[in-house]
């Protein structure tokens, strides 16, 4: 045997830059894309708002709604609130838009079929 002959090939893989140019990755980068980048902005509009709010507005920020409970106080528990439902929103997002196709791309790759009941054979 000669130092040339490394015997049979190694097994070859998928292709990736096929996988990524194909019509389902697409699709999932566009549902993908479509949920984060409007989202992002709302929170940081929100998040801004709050903090222009904060350093501008410290009259309306101190009003007083009971006992020693301000708007402002209520304004920035809210920023906790706000990343809370935006999770759930993207989980819920994620379930029902992204996890049919990923799953689907992975599916394929693996060379895998579904069945009825959605786990893989």
């Not at 194909?22 to 801004?48: I, K, Q």
């Not at 999770?87 to 996890?99: C, I, Q």
Request: no cysteine; hydrophobic share 40%.
């Amino acid at each position: 045997m000669s130092s040339t002959d490394q015997g049979p090939p190694p097994p070859s893989g998928p292709d990736w830059s096929e996988i990524q140019q194909s019509a389902e990755f697409t699709e999932l980068r566009r549902r993908l894309r479509g949920f984060v980048f409007p989202m992002t902005a709302a929170f940081l509009a929100w998040y801004l708002l709050y903090v222009l709010l904060s350093d501008y507005a410290h009259e309306f920020m101190s009003t007083k709604v009971f006992g020693n409970i301000n708007l402002g106080l209520i304004f920035g528990l809210l920023q906790f609130v706000s990343t809370f439902v935006i999770t759930a929103l993207y989980v819920r997002h994620a379930n029902r838009k992204l996890d049919p196709v990923s799953d689907k791309i992975r599916h394929d790759v693996e060379g895998t079929t579904t069945d009825d009941e959605g786990g893989a054979r």
